[in-house]
């Protein structure tokens, strides 16, 4: 089973300073935690899409927008999972590798064909109705480019882009992709030069790809290897400060409806409720035993809007306040 991990790379926040956008800003406008920044942690797909959209409202115009953040990503910054697929043998060899590894790190999907002299690249979505913010679509089409122009070196352009929605300046999008594109198509969709395909990535790196490439189909393995509860658990993790906590959301971002959800838990000798005190109690420990975070924003952090609901949780399930349980801890674990 897929899971729904989303992690913003760091090079991101680096890519939007050296674009003179302040992270803080963007966290702040998507209605996030600054933690997320010096601290990156998974998150939803509703706060991934915030986030994004957060971007796209700061930088003015989408298709700027698009440009600036695919062409200032430095390939030092890649994550392991785009480096497996810049260093690649080949363009095709590379997208094949983005298509397997890009279901580590949902919500977008991608599904690849090869007909005639064309190559078509389809975006999709995982677990979500909610089409995501065009920023987001146009950034993943562009990179797919950027990403065969990088590993060849050479100026490669796309044989037609079509977006369903409103992408903001279209001719700078059409001066970057080096093709017409469409607007209000029925899908987001980027078309190659088939013969593109073969051409040899400059960036291949045999002795680095063997390292790499045995560890993300692990990790695969265990997405798919995970229990329902490890999954609701997981989830609700992420969606603890700011997020929603009912069971519909959780089951949505899970592909299956409420009652669905409920019925595997029951199976599994649990309830939705159960999941969350468990994950709200373990979560509520790590943050206590951080003496840089202050208790309210503890209480924040696992869900708590008011601060006293946490306090009353919390001696439910450790007999102690948070402030005396945190002296105890820190006591008999001094930080280093």
């Given at each position: ?286 943050y206590l035993a951080d003496p840089k975070l202050d208790i309210k924003e503890v209480a924040f952090l696992i869900g708590y809007e008011d601060p006293n609901s946490f306090y009353h949780a919390f001696r439910l399930w450790e007999g102690d306040t948070p402030s ?13």
């Amino acid at each position: 089973m897929k899971s729904d991990c989303i992690k913003l790379p760091p090079g991101f926040w680096v890519g939007l300073q050296q674009l003179g956008i302040d992270p803080h800003d963007i966290a702040r406008k998507a209605r996030l935690p600054l933690t997320i920044i010096t601290e990156p942690t998974a998150v939803t797909t509703d706060q991934y899409f915030r986030i994004w959209q957060a971007y796209s409202d700061l930088v003015g115009d989408t298709a700027i927008g698009i440009v600036k953040l695919v062409t200032v990503f430095d390939t030092t910054q890649y994550p392991p999972t785009v480096l497996a697929t810049y260093h690649a043998r080949d363009y095709r060899d590379a997208l094949n590798r983005m298509v397997r590894y890009k279901q580590l790190c949902p919500p977008e999907s991608l599904r690849i064909t090869e007909d005639g002299e064309r190559c078509t690249i389809e975006l999709e979505w995982m677990r979500t109705k909610q089409p995501g913010p065009p920023i987001l679509v146009g950034a993943t089409l562009a990179f797919l480019l950027e990403l065969g122009r990088r590993g060849t070196g050479q100026p490669l352009s796309a044989r037609s882009v079509e977006f369903s929605h409103s992408m903001g300046d279209v001719k700078a999008l059409e001066a970057y992709f080096g093709c017409p594109i469409r607007i209000g198509a029925t899908d987001n969709r980027l078309t190659l030069h088939r013969r593109d395909l073969d051409r040899l990535f400059i960036s291949y790196n045999k002795e680095l790809l063997e390292i790499l490439t045995p560890v993300l189909d692990r990790s695969l393995d265990e997405q798919r290897s995970r229990s329902i509860p490890e999954m609701v658990k997981w989830i609700l993790q992420r969606s603890l400060a700011g997020g929603r906590l009912d069971i519909r959301a959780v089951a949505s971002e899970l592909g299956m409806s409420d009652r669905t959800l409920q019925r595997r838990l029951a199976d599994e000798g649990t309830t939705f409720k159960q999941l969350l005190t468990q994950v709200r109690h373990e979560q509520a420990r790590e943050y206590l035993a951080d003496p840089k975070l202050d208790i309210k924003e503890v209480a924040f952090l696992i869900g708590y809007e008011d601060p006293n609901s946490f306090y009353h949780a919390f001696r439910l399930w450790e007999g102690d306040t948070p402030s005396k349980w945190r002296s105890e801890y820190l006591g008999a674990n001094p930080p280093s």
